[in-house]
């Protein structure tokens, strides 16, 4: 800021004000001296700034790229974030670096609270871990009353795509599990839960698949060996449906004449032409806007040093029918 006011020709401390927008300075002297800052290259050092303060107004995302639902609901994050006067820090799940090191690398941030997308750190750990600050789950429900979450209804969602495909004529349906993933359990049981209460019990077949498109693909390849094979699958989310699509039609099955496919969360790449899957939809931003109020409601109460009882949402799922599902062929 020293090189800045000596170019300006003015104060460091007005400088100061000029980056702050606080009061003190007119809309000619800040144009100018954000003009001159411009031609320096200055930038402010936003780490340095957050030591100074009692309050980053930082919070911390930890999320996998390789999930494009999470980067729908990213968007979602920062833009409810923006809107309370707040910036988000993310961190990154990989196969090479676990959900605990992204998580740390957000408290050396000073982040304020901790927002997981589809966690799967025992729950004791996230319980341990709100005692140093706010945690807000998203898109796996939690029911301890230290851990805030929201979350679409996942048993629900399932219910709907198996009472989808037997409105159709299907009866062999089978389901590919990620039982480990966020929302795994749920969908797990509400298809175990349908498919008995619609007297298909032995029709009933769990094969373990994934969140991915090669797990997808592993597991329909498995599923069309089998005598008699399905005639619908339902995959733990659109991911996984897309490989099942792809490797279906490399198999010589066509979707949805010869097999109907079903996934989970309506992403982006659901509606691609070429894709066109009926899926059972979340809503990444309402998800989004409602972990930011969570995580602000739960900052207010901190600060009263009060111990703030776990919120848990459910947002209702909606079945999108598209093109991937028919009616059974006999």
Known sequence: MRDVAQ????SQPLV???FRNAPGASEETRAHVRAVAAELGYRRDERARVLRQQHSRLLGVAFEPMQPFHGEIVDGLHLAAQEHGYDIVLSAITPHRAEDAAVEALLRDRCEVVILLGSSLPQER???LSRTLPVVSVTRAITSEAIASVATDDHRGMVLAVEHLISLGHQ????IDANREAGGQERRAGYQDTMTAAGL???ALIVAGGASEAEGAAAVTELLSQDPAPTAVIAFNDRCAVGVISQARVLGHSVPEDLSVVGFDDSEQASLPYIDLTTLAQDPQQLAHTAVELALRHLTTAATDTPAPGEHIVIPSQLVARTSTAPVHL
Do not use: F, N, T, W
Not at 7 to 10: D, H
Not at 172 to 175: D, E, L, Q, T, V
């Open 7 to 10: 170019a300006a020709g003015v």
């Open 16 to 18: 100061s004000i000029v």
């Open 126 to 128: 996230l319980e341990h």
């Open 172 to 175: 062999r349906i089978a389901y």
């Open 201 to 203: 019990a032995d029709q």
